[in-house]
């Protein structure tokens, strides 16, 4: 092929993506704000702290100032710039928040593959344990994990992801109980395959679209599970920049009319929560 | 010694009537035998049965099989150890053996891997050159799609070339042609053709199209309800077929004006009786009927199971098994 036909098809091509990505917007127009949402939000964790200030720089003669051009969010009762600390918070509420997905979605496949493909006694045992974890709601589990493993980010991303994984567990297991009945599972153990190499190489990876779709809206509800444990003073403390946190500090001033440090913040939450959830409610509507 | 030699196999859900009784079959090398029934006529238990796959709510309740005279099933095992590289399977839907999420370059490379013991690179080499071998073109292309993206009669030209990739010496094709259209089921009969005189290895051809027997298969047997009718060469069994429930499958095939009496809707096979599993169709059915009618050899290769004509030939020391 020549250069120039090349370069012909190439445009071709990327007309054809345009077009085809077009498409994709709109049919699932909710799934697209929710990566707008996310895309925003990745983009203020990456880069946004190379362009703000210092989260905890305190400045008592600017304190609880509201918002204005030079300070968007204002500012709160120690003069720390609002908009600043949630700048920053983004990072840490969306990695967090992924996190605990991910880990909650990598753990709990590979038990609910293990207990539905291989079935019996460990099956049996996996089963009831997630029946007793799912038996306590999961925000109160998750803080009395904290409560007992003490604060941390390390151990706030922990107790969570253990709240999360049993539905990650039935839901694999769920999947692994249909696919170890298809052909291909047979032709695998005729191929000599070992039972744990069917189990991880065949019928894990087709297992797993349930899962994800559930990761995407397990990583939304965590970002509420987090903030909500920092504002009732578990977990994540201050003066750390984090949207739960500050909503805590900030519910106080609300009181005093400074509607801002609890406003914004509590926002935040509640769109990057959102564009978690519309990314898993297209999928989960699109899973066959 | 046959390559493959199935003796006496019954099969039963586990405290429940036997569903396959008594079935014995021989399979020679570079031989390919059709196995023939219609739906539920136990052709494809069969095959799992040897395979060491028959889900875990059936039991074998007595026989044995043997592969060039190594024992490869018997009663009440349920799993049983595989001779690697003694018998696999062409199953009936190829998209269905066929994992989803692998490529397939990469799934005919595992059985290398795993059977063969090839490193990967190997392996890759190979299982592109198994891919060609089996008639893909542009195989190098074809071995990094994914199942979805290939025809149906790709899909199952890529798990004969697993199958291959394999080397058994007993290959069992389940209905490997359905749901492919005519002109690819010729490609594939060719193939598999071509595949049993290169190596040697022996075919069981399940399937319930006579064409496909009378163009495939050098040896048929025939099921019904689970029990062996018939067994003869191909030529015989369409020319002088013995039993009653062959002659009636043969009578299909002929127009309608020309057919025989028979009684044509299936009441069901009541697989608790002791008797003969086609006696509430047959229209020779007498008193002797209620028991099981062993298996009666007119010739070398032709077995049937049927008490007809059986007064004058039946010996005790031609019976499989005394009634």
């Given at each position: 092929m020549s250069a120039e036909a090349a370069a012909v098809t190439g445009t071709t091509a990327s007309r054809t993506n345009l077009r085809s990505l077009w498409g994709v917007v709109r049919e699932h127009p909710m799934a697209t704000v929710g990566v707008l949402l996310l895309v925003l939000f990745a983009l203020a964790a990456l880069l946004g702290p190379l362009f703000?200030?210092?989260?905890?720089k305190t400045n008592p003669a600017h304190a609880l100032e509201a918002p204005s051009g030079h300070r968007l969010f204002g500012t709160d009762r120690y003069g720390r710039d609002v908009f600043t600390r949630a700048v920053v918070a983004a990072r840490l509420d969306l990695v967090v928040g992924i996190v605990i997905a991910g880990l909650a979605t990598a753990v709990g496949s590979l038990i609910g593959v293990a207990a539905g493909y291989f079935g019996g006694a460990f099956d049996e045992i996996v089963m009831r344990v997630t029946d007793i974890v799912l038996a306590f709601p999961g925000f109160v589990l998750a803080l009395i994990l904290v409560a007992v493993l003490g604060d941390s980010v390390p151990n706030v991303v922990v107790a969570v992801a253990i709240a999360y994984t049993p539905y990650f567990i039935r839901l694999t297991r769920a999947r692994a109980l249909a696919e170890r009945e298809r052909e291909y599972v047979d032709a695998a153990a005729l191929a000599g395959n070992r039972r744990w190499q069917i189990a991880y190489r065949h019928v894990l990876p087709n297992s797993l679209s349930p899962a994800f779709t559930q990761a995407a809206l397990v990583a939304g509800w965590a970002v509420l599970d987090v903030a909500g444990l920092a504002f009732l003073g578990i977990g994540i403390q201050p003066p750390r920049a984090e949207w739960g946190v500050m909503v805590a500090e900030g519910a106080n001033d609300f009181l005093t009319g400074a509607w801002w440090t609890a406003l914004f913040p509590g926002a935040l939450i509640v769109l990057l929560a959102m564009g978690f959830q519309l990314i898993g409610d297209d999928l989960q509507g699109g899973e066959k | 010694m046959s390559l493959l030699d199935v003796r006496g196999l019954s099969l039963g859900i586990a405290g429940r009537e036997e569903l396959l009784r008594d079935v014995n079959l021989t399979l020679e090398a570079g031989e390919v035998m059709g196995i023939v029934g219609e739906s539920g006529s136990g052709k494809t238990m069969t095959a799992l049965a040897l395979l060491g796959l028959l889900p875990p709510s059936m039991e074998i309740r007595s026989g044995t099989a043997t592969v060039e005279g190594r024992t490869v099933l018997e009663a009440g095992a349920r799993r049983v150890h595989r001779a690697s590289g003694d018998m696999t399977m062409i199953f009936q839907n190829p998209r269905g053996a066929l994992n989803p999420t692998m490529r397939v370059g990469a799934q005919v490379g595992r059985v290398l891997r795993v059977?063969?013991?090839?490193t990967r690179a190997e392996a890759a080499a190979e299982a592109v050159a198994l891919l060609r071998r089996v008639g893909i073109s542009g195989a190098e292309r074809v071995a990094k799609?994914?199942?979805?993206?290939?025809s149906g009669g790709m899909c199952q030209r890529v798990v004969i070339a697993m199958a291959l990739a394999y080397r058994p010496r007993v290959l069992i094709a389940d209905e490997p042609t359905t749901g492919l259209d005519v002109t690819v089921q010729a490609q594939i009969f060719e193939l598999l053709r071509e595949l049993v005189d290169e190596t040697g290895c022996g075919v069981l051809f399940i399937t319930h199209d006579l064409a496909a027997v009378a163009d495939m298969c050098d040896r048929v047997s025939v099921l019904y309800g689970g029990q062996l009718m018939e067994t003869a060469t191909t030529v015989e069994m369409f020319e002088q077929p013995k039993h009653p429930y062959t002659q009636f499958l043969l009578e299909s095939l002929k127009p309608e004006d020309q057919q025989g009496e028979v009684?044509?809707?299936?009441?069901?096979?009541?697989?608790?009786?002791?008797?003969?599993?086609?006696a509430h169709r047959c229209p020779h059915v007498f008193d002797r009927c209620a028991a099981f009618p062993p298996l009666v050899e007119t010739n070398d290769k032709h077995l049937y199971s049927c008490f007809l004509g059986q007064e004058k030939s039946l010996d005790a020391a031609q019976c499989s098994r005394s009634v």
């Open positions: 703000v200030g210092d989260p905890l | 059977v063969r013991g090839k799609a994914y199942p979805h993206q290939l009684q044509a809707a299936d009441a069901g096979v009541d697989f608790s009786l002791p008797g003969c599993r086609f």
